[in-house]
């Protein structure tokens, strides 16, 4: 499948995102070992955008696993290498690597892992992340094909140097407010002429070179399946049709606005919203809901289309997801309701 193929199956359709999150979750879930945290709270995670899985490093948010507690795979490589066990202090109190890191624990949390050259960077100073275009050389884990052109997004861009060859262990997401239907996001990548930061702090592998390391991520990557969770978080419905829209979203509301919760970010706003009617979906009571910013007035009355982000935390759907109760727009969506 390649990069033009992926993006036609973000495409709105009848079961689209449990597809999409089925591929990319393989088989299923095993321990997640690197941590992330909300950035503030749950909804400030959403508020910094798709981009939740980063670097357990120094300056980086952290991934919070505690309440996962399936095991890791037992299959353990045949290279001189092995995963080591599971720390029992997961990540320092100042962000640092959690403890007995190791490269494996980078590999299980990928599902989409190549080798490319960096094309192009740019900074993006408000989310402090740098946004590149990678041309892909060679395949390890995932859907994409050699020749690919596929946009890489990560924390510590600084690194990376247009023009260089790397090994990228990512996760396709996407996120609506930037209308970035799809990217994939990194928190572990190596270089060839030049070794990150991670390559130099991950002590199994500091003294590797660089084919050395490819090598070792092949090979367990072959005998392994990934166990993240994270892939696919974020997709969204590129379509016009409210249909098409109500079919791709989890849920379908009509919401009074009671709050503003947060408004930091200039693309995006959250909403403490009382649920009157549902459509479609398993929304009741109070939800927060992330919109577009200044899309909602406190007091006022909405249909919301909306993905469910987890708990009680929503996000729109599409660019069309917030919508007048007395509009024609809305009619499919009520008339819905009425059949359901």
């Known amino acids: 499948m390649n990069i033009d193929e992926i993006k036609k199956e973000l495409k709105p359709r009848e079961g689209l995102m449990s597809e999409t999150l089925e591929k990319a979750a393989a088989e299923k879930p095993g321990r997640s070992y690197l941590k992330y945290a909300a950035i503030v709270s749950a909804c400030a995670a959403l508020f910094i955008g798709a981009v939740v899985l980063v670097l357990t490093r120094k300056g980086q948010p952290e991934r919070d696993a505690a309440s996962d507690t399936s095991p890791k795979p037992t299959l353990a490589p045949k290279a001189t290498l092995a995963p080591k066990s599971t720390p029992e ?148 419905c590129a379509s016009e049709d409210i249909g098409e829209i109500l079919d791709f979203s989890d849920c379908a509301v009509k919401v009074r606005v009671k709050e503003i919760k947060l408004n930091a970010v200039s693309d995006r706003t959250s909403y403490l919203c009382t649920v009157i009617e549902s459509y479609k979906g398993e929304a009741r009571g109070n939800i927060h809901v992330v919109s577009f910013k200044n899309s909602l007035k406190t007091g006022e009355e909405y249909v919301l289309l909306l993905t469910h982000s987890g708990g009680e935390l929503y996000a729109v759907s599409s660019p069309h997801s917030v919508l007048d109760p007395a509009s024609a727009e809305a009619e499919p969506v009520l008339n819905a309701g009425k059949t359901a």
Not at 127 to 140: G, K
Not at 164 to 192: D, H, N, T, W
Not at 219 to 229: D, F
């Open 89 to 236: 202090t997961e990540v320092s109190s100042d962000g640092e690597l959690v403890e007995g890191a190791n490269i494996f624990m980078f590999i299980d949390e990928a599902s989409d892992i190549f080798e490319g050259v960096c094309e192009t960077k740019s900074l993006n100073n408000e989310r402090m992340t740098t946004d590149m275009e990678f041309t892909v050389t060679n395949v390890i884990r995932g859907g994409l094909k050699k020749g690919d052109k596929v946009p890489v997004r990560t924390n510590f861009g600084d690194e990376i140097e247009a023009g260089g060859q790397y090994l990228v262990l990512s996760e396709p997401m996407g996120s609506v407010f930037e209308g970035k239907e799809l990217f994939y996001y990194s928190g572990a990548i190596f270089g060839r002429s030049v070794m990150t930061q991670l390559q130099k702090d991950l002590e199994d592998i500091r003294s590797m070179e660089y084919d050395e390391l490819v090598a070792l991520v092949s090979e367990y990557a072959e005998e392994s399946v990934y166990t993240g969770e994270g892939a696919g978080r974020g997709f969204w």
